[in-house]
């Protein structure tokens, strides 16, 4: 994408693609089946009557056990609802434990263990989650309490999403993306440079002739990855209708948790109620560069251009951990548990829940500077919540909605940009201190923006997959940031494109919902968060997985339904 997924608002970039069962601990499943429907069955039938005659007895009893399932299945062939409750409980514990596998197995892959593939997993996953004896008598049970009624539709709608996005077919496509993704290097002059070393020409190299270079050279992946993309975004919409009636984008917004007239209603308040702050934004930039018109290889270099001077110097990334331990503790939090790397990365950035609760790792891209540090802190509200969910089963606390989630990193993220934070853990005076909090005001001005095209592009190639992906890209991105794309197919150096489809409007939602969040903690504890903020964030988001819908998170705690306005009065404040 233009310069852009350089930029500050992508990265997680890791979301989930399967789905577990029981097929690698056939054993152990059976077992809990085995339990779960003695625990359905009154304690009083398992006293052997007659401790003479014991296998007579146990013929008794098993009869008896027979005869009272029998009575308790029911007409309609429905099965007792706390047998079906047993055995979802014993497919969650596998399906969380083949996710662990899962995730190991990505992170390896991520830091460059390229013989590893994580497609055995997702088929065994798949093979078990397509159980249609089980899914009928999950669908089939009559169930009222309602964490279990929530767990029941977690699971078939997972079942669902399972088997289009582990299909072996669109699997083998995505893990070649992937794999391409990973090792590739952009030819820039005679040099060959990974993605973070163009990530950091663009923003921060004087000279714009090689600047342009480096941005021309983004499009080398798409000639590479694009017409795999293309072929994945294909099977998704062939998949997704097959399985749910939906195509691929509908039902995967569903899923998060979102209604797309919502979005792009909030899309268009956004775009209009900043356009009279961007247009003012742009044509600053030509009297600041001193350029007639702004072209795509500028946008990033201006953001930094303004701290260039000190940031290699306060913002180090030898001791980044060190640092975000340190804001972490500030607020209550323990991240010791918690495994980060920094290494060359084919995507921005990412947390990975391996256990929740338990087991979370970090990887970290070789950024510089206040980026380095900015998808750092991304990560780590990520890496958090992962830790700190606490809700009763693997469904609830994996599924939660997905723009909280995203919500959840960013409100660390932009602490980044705070006077109260950067002063003391980056010893910035006050005047560099608000250097850095107006650059970054004005860069989310043009980043929400971006994104925003970015999502829009990507559902309208879902919505019309004949249409050629670089010149949607390039017409929505034109209006979107007043720049000619110049006919140049920059869309496939976007990493979610290929292996985290609808996903990049949970970036511009999770500002949002961050912003909403900031505002109200602010209000709540004033601007300097310590352990109070800290426990009100825990309680209210960070413990919290899929028993909440993202209207009842944003209710319950900010007291309002998610809204655009506090990013919007953020985005204004940028002519202050
Ligand atoms: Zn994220």
């Known amino acids: 994408m233009m310069v852009s997924h350089a930029n500050a608002l992508k990265s997680c970039a890791v979301t989930k693609s399967v789905l577990p069962g029981c097929v690698r601990h056939p054993q ?40 009272l399932l029998a009575v308790l299945v029911g007409a309609g062939g429905q099965e007792l609802p706390a047998t079906v409750a ?23 892959i991520a830091l460059g263990d390229h013989a590893l593939s994580s497609r055995p997993i997702q088929e065994q ?37 399972t088997k289009i996005t582990n299909d072996p077919a669109l699997t083998a496509v995505v893990e070649q993306i992937t794999q391409n993704e990973n090792g590739f290097r952009f030819k820039v002059g005679d040099r060959q440079l990974s993605r973070a070393e163009v990530t950091d020409l663009l923003e921060h190299n004087p000279d714009r002739q090689l600047r342009e270079e480096a941005w021309r050279a983004t499009s080398q992946i798409t000639g590479v990855n694009g017409a795999r993309i293309q072929k994945a975004i294909q099977l998704r919409n062939q998949l997704a209708v097959k399985n749910s009636d939906e195509i691929f984008s509908i039902f995967l917004l569903h899923r998060k948790g979102l209604e797309v007239e919502q979005v792009f209603d909030w899309f268009d308040q956004i775009k209009e109620q900043t356009e009279p702050e961007y247009q003012r934004l742009l044509k600053r930039m030509r009297n600041e560069l001193g350029v007639a018109k702004i072209e795509p290889w500028d946008l990033d270099f201006f953001f930094s251009k303004a701290t260039n001077d000190f940031e ?81 089963s693997f469904l ?74 670089a010149s949607v890209y390039n017409r929505i991105h034109a209006e979107y940031l007043g720049v000619d794309m110049h006919d140049a197919p920059v869309w496939g150096f976007n990493p979610m494109y290929g292996s985290d489809p609808i996903y990049l409007q949970s970036f511009v939602v999770g ?66």
């Open 125 to 161: 996953i798949r093979t078990v989650v397509s159980d249609e004896r089980f899914l009928s008598n999950l669908r089939n049970a009559k169930i009222s309490d309602s964490l279990l009624k929530t767990r029941q539709n977690l699971y078939l709608n997972e079942a669902v999403y």
């Open 86 to 108: 047993g055995q979802l409980d014993g497919r969650e514990k596998q399906l969380e434990s083949l996710y662990a596998d899962y995730w190991r197995t990505e992170y390896k």
């Open 396 to 469: 609830l606390r994996a599924n939660y909605a997905e723009p909280m989630d995203e919500g959840m990193a960013q409100v660390m993220a932009l602490l980044l940009y705070r006077s109260e934070v950067n002063a003391k853990l980056f010893t910035l005076t006050p005047e560099q201190a608000s250097v850095v909090d107006a650059a970054y005001r004005l860069k989310l001005l043009y980043t929400v923006r971006n994104t925003i095209a970015d999502s829009l592009s990507e559902f309208e190639s879902y919505s019309d997959p004949e249409k050629d992906p």
């Open 312 to 392: 290699a110097q306060k913002f180090p990334t030898d001791d980044g951990w060190k640092k975000t331990k340190e804001l972490a503790a500030s607020l209550g939090y323990d991240l010791d548990p918690v495994e980060m790397h920094v290494a060359d990365l084919g995507f921005g950035g990412a947390a990975y829940p391996i256990l929740y609760g338990k087991e979370v790792k970090i990887l970290a891209n070789r950024y510089s500077g206040i980026f380095f540090y900015d998808r750092l802190w991304h990560a780590t509200g990520h890496a958090l919540h992962y830790q700190m969910v606490n809700e009763p």
């Open 28 to 67: 152990k499943f059976m077992k809990e089946t085995v339990y779960s429907i003695e625990a359905a069955v009154p304690r009083a039938l398992f006293l052997i009557d007659d401790g003479r005659h014991a296998c007579a007895s146990m013929a008794r009893m098993m009869l008896r056990v027979g005869m």
């Open 511 to 576: 500002e949002m919902v961050a912003r909403q969040i900031e505002h109200k903690v602010d209000e709540k504890f004033g601007r300097n968060w310590g352990k109070p903020a800290g426990d009100y964030l825990r309680t209210n988001f960070y413990s919290r997985g899929a028993e909440q819908s993202v209207d009842g998170f944003m209710r319950g705690g900010t007291g309002e339904a998610l809204t655009p306005r506090y990013l919007v009065q953020f985005l204004e404040s940028s002519k202050n």
